[in-house]
């Protein structure tokens, strides 16, 4: 998956949306512009648009690697903050509706069709109040804080005004923790609480937090690591404010947030697990698939087309059974490829040499494949020992726009026998090249497009391509083991899963119980990655239902394209066609593949 690039995600889906209105946006042109200057004037809005947000949203800027607002921290959770939200994005469509699509075309009317897309979604979307379920085990606000403060994270700590900046954003740190714990307790009064079985993961993430002494905790790493051409006078100043803010501020605020989670939001948590158990909870699920799909398709339709996908792929994997001379039922070769020892690493070094002899693999059958690719670094990281228990098995985070700061595959080591060899290759392939690196950063590199689109994103598109990147394993030289073959297959089989449960969680009363069974019934994933899968499910209704929901397209539209041009078919051509105008809606990704088919006929 990808790692999220704001903050805003990981405590509720209504922080993604800037936090206040500190100046007017640009004075909308008259409605009578003229076709030809339609486009400037709306790419002038988009780039006003863009600049505001990120001074509404710090957080978003930083994770850019935008240095102007690292000393920032809005309210994110406040009632000022979500009537500041609404006007923003109300104001906004307001203003690019005025001059309407009329006349435009190719990149400029993407851009319109997306804009309003996004803001309407943005609207429609505060009906529902997650703004009272800030925290759960999967997008902890508290872990977030860690990141940026730990020195390892977006926020840069290079300069003296580096180390100043995050002195005055993490003293809002607890304004921030104690809005979340007002938001609970309103969320008690309401009936709209978390699951239990989430929240007591929960404890022991803000435990592994907390130490008795500032210099115990890795919010102390930037001290520890303090550039050495740094004064004697500003090394002591800064030691001594940030052991400061660590003892009086930051600690208590994680004491306050922890003793509240464990003594008084604990009781008031819920035994059920799906989102349509909670008030407005059937639509409010409805909307998160239309959101992270982007399609017309009801529950109970994505549901089916699980059902109908998992059969598919079980009778390939049958097949991989025949090749290697397996004997026994499916359910049995699941167990073996969970248990085998020859598919399990023996150190955390091991896996990481893997992965990096992977990416020299791959990397050497891509020019087969792609005459697009990014500029920017790449690297592979484990993930942090704080939250890896509760991570997924591996994502990306992308580049920052300067390209001071690569594109990260973070590897998760925790639990290192249940890390599976052939779990290896498609995850590569998926997380980082040709996925996520490739599809992410391209997009940022592409420059002539508004910012929104650059930086922006399309769920169903970034995980559908992660998805369909697996696919073409064999043509880049990988899946020459069937176990690694099976690897692919189980993958994709664990994505049409998705399909399956998160629509039988959240609209079809199952327990977390029975989706963890089914998943074990169904596939080769280990106790440890069932638990973990069904839980983010919980977490983050709905956002499962983009992988298979995009691959599918995408797919559908190569054999469109293949069949329609014949020969004329270019591979390479085609993935260009995909990714060059960043990621858009699937209905979008239609219209212009269509008209790319057209093109390239004539």
């Known amino acids: 998956m990808i790692r999220p690039l704001v903050l805003a995600l990981a405590v509720a889906a209504a922080l993604a949306a800037p936090a206040s209105v500190l100046a007017a946006p640009a004075k ?56 500041k939200q609404h006007a923003f994005n109300q104001g906004w469509l307001d203003r690019v509706q005025k001059i309407g699509p009329e006349g435009l075309s190719g990149q400029d009317l993407i851009s319109y069709q997306i804009f309003v897309h996004d ?66 307790k309103e969320g008690v009064a309401h009936g709209v609480v978390q699951p239990k079985v989430l929240m007591v993961k929960v404890v022991p993430q803000l435990d592994a937090v907390m130490k008795d002494k500032p210099e115990d905790t890795l919010f102390w790493m930037p001290v520890k690591n303090m550039p050495a051409d740094f004064s004697a006078a500003d090394k002591a100043r800064l030691t001594a404010q940030y052991r400061t803010l ?13 003793d509240y989670i464990a003594n008084d939001y604990m009781p008031h948590t819920r035994d059920t697990v799906g989102l349509d158990a909670l008030p407005d909870g059937v639509a409010w699920y409805a909307y998160q698939v239309k959101v992270n799909t982007t399609t017309d398709r009801t529950p109970a339709q ?62 050497a059958g891509v020019p087969r494949l792609f005459s697009l690719t990014p500029k920017a670094k790449f690297e592979i990281r484990p993930v942090e020992a704080y939250r890896a228990q509760s991570a997924a098995g591996g994502e990306y985070n992308g580049p920052s726009e300067d390209g001071s700061r690569p594109g990260i595959f973070y590897v998760n080591t925790y639990d290192l026998p249940s890390r599976r060899t052939w779990d290896a290759e498609d995850l590569f392939l998926h997380e980082a090249i040709p996925g996520h690196h490739f599809q992410i950063a391209l997009q940022q590199e592409l420059t002539g497009l508004p910012k929104f689109r650059r930086f922006g994103g399309e769920t169903a598109f970034a995980e559908g391509w992660g998805l369909y990147a697996e696919s073409l394993g064999k043509d880049l030289g990988m899946y020459k083991d069937p176990y690694d073959d ?17 629509t039988g969680l959240h609209s079809k009363g199952w327990t977390r119980e029975q989706v963890i069974k089914y998943m074990l019934d169904n596939s080769a994933a280990s ?57 858009v809606p699937l209905d979008v990704l239609e219209d212009k593949v269509d008209r790319w088919i057209a093109a390239q006929k004539g």
């Open 527 to 583: 106790q440890t990655d069932a638990v973990a899968e069904a839980e983010r499910y919980m977490a983050i209704p709905g956002q499962a239902l983009a992988y298979k929901s995009g691959e599918l397209k995408i797919k559908e539209l190569r054999a469109k394209a293949q069949q329609a041009l014949g020969p004329k078919f270019d591979i390479r051509a085609f993935h260009a066609e995909v990714l060059k105008d960043g990621a």
């Open 302 to 363: 994505i549901h089916q087309l699980g059902l109908d996908e998992v059969a598919r792929i079980q009778g390939e994997i049958r097949g991989v059974m025949q090749q290697v001379g397996f004997k026994g039922s499916l359910q049995d070769f699941f167990q073996f490829m969970r248990t085998d020892p020859r598919f399990t690493f023996k150190s955390e070094d091991a896996l990481l040499a893997h992965y990096r002899g992977i990416e020299s693999q791959v990397m």
């Open 28 to 83: 909308a042109p008259v409605a009578t512009a003229q076709p030809a200057s339609k486009a400037q004037q709306l790419n002038r809005l988009y780039d006003a648009f863009w600049e505001e947000e990120l001074k509404l949203n710090p957080l978003q800027a930083t994770f850019q690697g935008d240095p102007r607002y690292n000393d920032q921290l809005p309210n994110l959770l406040s009632a000022d903050y979500r009537a």
């Open 486 to 502: 099976f690897g692919y297959l189980q993958n994709e089989l664990w994505r049409a899963i998705r399909l399956v449960v998160d």
């Open 119 to 184: 803001q309407k979604t943005a609207l429609e979307g505060e009906r529902f109040p997650d703004w009272m379920i800030p925290i759960n085990q999967f997008y902890n606000l508290a872990n977030f804080v860690v990141m940026f403060g730990s020195g390892t994270g977006p926020q840069p700590f290079k300069t003296v005004k580096d180390y100043d900046n995050w002195l005055k954003r993490a003293s809002q740190v607890p304004v921030v923790f104690d809005q979340a714990i007002a938001n609970m």
């Open 246 to 258: 660590i003892a009086d501020q930051l600690l208590p605020a994680y004491h306050r947030l922890r």
